[in-house]
């Protein structure tokens, strides 16, 4: 009898050690829906390199994402913009130190239904006069925010508000981060704002370029005029690559928590990010970044520089030689 409940104790203690191997062996990442593309790619070639170590990757937004990162609930952050003064008081308060990785640079994207054919190019003025609060209930048509454009409804769709590319492009088209108009199809998920932009002629969006990039068919990029006087310019590698597309190109970044990352299986993943972004992000329709960047990220980790190179600042055009300066005085 004590000889069987021994054994069947052994068994118990033996299966929960299993559970708890297990568990330690799942890494974590949630946040932005941009960087979920790259980071995606990523785990999957990580998973099929190491069988028994688990990537799970959700999908809450930048802001959203951050919440559950200082909370410590996560290993791994996706953001779509810089980590915010609010939350990086949220992750002191908790304890939670973190390394920020610039993985890639995004072209957020305006797009359109590709029946449209009244609409050519925008100026920023223009899209900040469908966006603004005073917008709100107010500029409802086509022919309100330019006259020559048809007198038909406007139907808008744009990142939640727990979204960082809602941050930045409110403070890139309106001039203030998280200010706009609230009457329109809010999701953190762009797969559901492509659906919406692609069910109507008169709908208008946007969201990372990735998600354009993959439903090419379905929708219209639409190339955005930076200040009166300057050519449209359309959204694409080059055009990010060559600092032409502003005010909407932007770096995307991961965050790594200081304490995940004395785990051998979230260092062994960070490590093959590092080593593998530059080709999935190309994959995915992004931009690479430099390869200085993606090594500079991994002195950083080494020499223990923790922390953000924006001072908790959403901001708006940066290029991609910038980031190597801050990078490399960072």
Known sequence: MIQSVTKS???????????????????????????????????EEFQKANKGLKVTVGVSGTGGGFKKFCRDETDIQDASRPILKSEMDLCKAAGVEYYELPVAFDALTVVINPKNTWLKQATVAELKKMWEPAAQGKITRWNQVNPTWPDQPIKLFGAGADSGTFDYFTEAIVGKSKSSRGDFTASEDDNVLVQGVAGD?????????????????????????????????????????????????????????????????VKKFVDFYMANAAKIATEVKYVKLPEVIYKANQEHMAKGKKGTMFGGKNEVGVRIEELVKREATF
């Open 9 to 43: 104790v052994l068994a118990t203690t033996a299966l929960a050690l299993f559970g708890l191997s297990a568990q330690a062996q799942v890494i974590k990442v949630d946040g932005s829906s941009t960087v979920y593309p790259i980071t995606e790619g990523v785990a």
């Open 201 to 265: 002629v008169n709908s208008i969006g946007y969201f990372g370029f990735a998600y354009y990039a993959e439903n090419t068919g379905k929708l219209k990029a639409l190339p955005i005029v930076e200040k009166d006087g300057k050519p449209a310019v359309a959204p694409s590698q080059a055009t990010v690559l060559d600092g032409s597309y502003q005010p909407l190109a932007r770096p995307i970044f991961i965050y790594v928590k200081v304490k995940s990352l004395q785990k051998p299986e």
